[in-house]
């Protein structure tokens, strides 16, 4: 009897075990075919808003970078649920975003919970619905600036995106909104990293605004004024594109979704990387970062850049807590091929991040907000750094040898036969074939403003489409 009653509760624990495990069986929803609608919007906090997602399974939607009219590489990731899902946040690389972004539907079929598309894994692919990839386009126009200690009476603007341009205006406050201006500083249009606006130190208050305003009449000259209609402020759906921040009397040190890292030290987080040949194939290389100090564990990432700002990751490598000396990174160009470059480019972005998610285990844009980048003082630690990609030596071809022959004569029996001198025949000197080509462009220096780069990277043929078929049965 006893015997029977334990297996009766073992044969009910596993029961209840097993539950769990039968719950998490997904039946797809075939309700109607998956989709995604999303809108033209403003972002203020580093986070873009997909209004509806329907997914027949759990899976993924990815933020991708604009790379000429299509998806470049990844700058934000969320997980979506079975069915409807609506008013999603996702949280995006205000760095590496671009003023054209595209969301896209993706499975979640490896380690479920991280986002592992590369498009060489086979997992976690772009959903299809009548043969077309579930994704779209829209426009962002953005600003990220964060709570800093004003450095030399200047302020840091982390992130602007703006297709068209304009100028950066720093306004004082005047009872909670927008005051006196300040300080401006024109942009480029595109994305801006770390601009610095120049202030006047009389009109700073302890609350200042960041405010993107177009540049709409004579270029290059700031003139609003609030009468002239000239370089009004730019508005995205009616609201006007400005953020809020402190200015402290501490420094501030955060991660780029603005949660504040333990610093017991006071010491400032920093990196510092030399201009570099890169040495290895053109696709595969070593990075060296002089030094860098992380508040607590981190990591160096390496991203190519792309067009004056950070584009997709070329290797990573953790970093302890405290300062470290010559930390060396793989590069591998060729380690995702969703996004160029696929060979090494001309300049890059060492940048340091947090590791708060598993502790030596790099889990940016593979689980959303986890190992972030790092912000001090209202910039983002990271700058570019020129690389020199290997120039590949010619291959040497042999070239041919023509043996001398006497012509056939009637007294050729009574001549002695004439043999071709070695001599004879011209030789090419090896040091002509293996001398290298000297560089067309010196290397990029970085104290000064860095020239868009020389592409030196072949073109690449479009990826192989590793798209996945998504059948949705009635």
Do not use: C
């Not at 043969?131 to 990220?144: D, L, Y």
């Not at 009616?238 to 921040?245: D, I, K, L, P």
């Not at 001398?404 to 000197?429: I, N, S």
């Amino acid at each position: 009897m006893k015997r029977f009653a334990l297996m009766l509760v073992l044969t009910s624990l596993a029961l209840v075990i097993a539950a769990p495990l039968a719950a998490q069986t997904v039946t797809p929803d075939v309700s109607q075919p998956p989709s995604i609608s999303v809108s033209d919007q403003l972002s203020l906090d580093g986070v873009v808003t997909v209004a509806s997602v329907f997914s027949p399974q759990p899976g993924w939607i990815a933020i991708h970078a604009d790379n000429n009219g299509a998806p470049g590489a990844v700058v934000g990731i969320m997980n979506v649920l079975g069915g409807l899902n609506e008013n999603v946040p996702v949280g995006i690389d205000v760095l590496g975003a671009t003023p054209t972004l595209w969301v896209m539907l993706h499975v979640d079929d490896g380690t479920i919970g991280e986002y592992e598309f590369d498009g060489q894994s086979g997992f976690d692919n772009p959903v299809s619905a009548d043969g077309q990839v579930v994704m779209q386009s829209f426009n962002v126009t953005a600003i990220r600036v964060f709570d800093q200690r004003l450095t030399n009476d200047t302020a840091a603007v982390a992130s602007t995106i703006s297709a068209q341009g304009g100028w950066m205006v720093i306004h004082a406050d005047n009872n909670g909104a927008p005051g006196a201006v300040i300080g401006a500083w024109l942009l480029q249009p595109g994305t801006s990293p770390a601009t610095r606006v120049l202030l006047d130190p009389a009109g700073v208050t302890p609350i200042l605004w960041a405010m993107l305003h177009v540049d709409d009449g004579t270029l290059g000259v700031y003139e609003f004024d609030g009468q002239s209609g000239l370089d009004a402020p730019v508005s995205v759906n009616g609201q006007v594109a400005t953020a809020s921040f402190n200015a402290t009397a501490q420094d501030v040190v955060v991660t780029t979704a603005n949660t504040p890292l333990d610093n017991p030290s006071n010491a400032l987080p920093f990196i510092s990387a030399f201009n570099q040949d890169a040495q290895g194939d053109g696709v595969m290389s070593t990075f060296v970062v002089n030094s860098v100090l992380s508040v607590g564990p981190g990591w160096t990432e390496v991203h190519a850049d792309n067009g004056g700002q950070p584009g997709k990751s070329l290797g990573s490598t953790p970093v302890p807590d405290g300062e470290s000396a010559n930390v060396q990174i793989q590069l591998n160009a060729a380690a995702d091929i969703t996004a160029p470059p696929t060979t090494l480019p001309a300049v890059v972005w060492p940048m340091l991040h947090t590791d708060d998610g598993e502790i030596g285990v790099y889990e940016y844009l593979r689980h959303p907000g986890i190992d972030l980048p790092v912000v001090v003082n209202g910039a983002i630690v990271t700058y570019p750094v020129s690389i020199v990609p290997p120039d590949p030596l010619p291959t040497l071809t042999p070239e041919a040898t023509v043996e001398a022959t006497p012509e056939a004569t009637p007294d050729a029996t009574d001549e002695p036969e004439e043999t071709a001198e070695a001599t004879d025949v011209p030789t090419a000197e090896v040091t002509d074939v293996l001398e290298t080509p000297e560089a067309t462009e010196p290397p990029v220096d970085v104290t000064v403003t860095v020239e868009p780069p020389v592409d030196v990277t072949p073109p690449v043929e479009p990826p192989i489409d590793v798209t996945v078929e998504v059948t949705v049965e009635a």
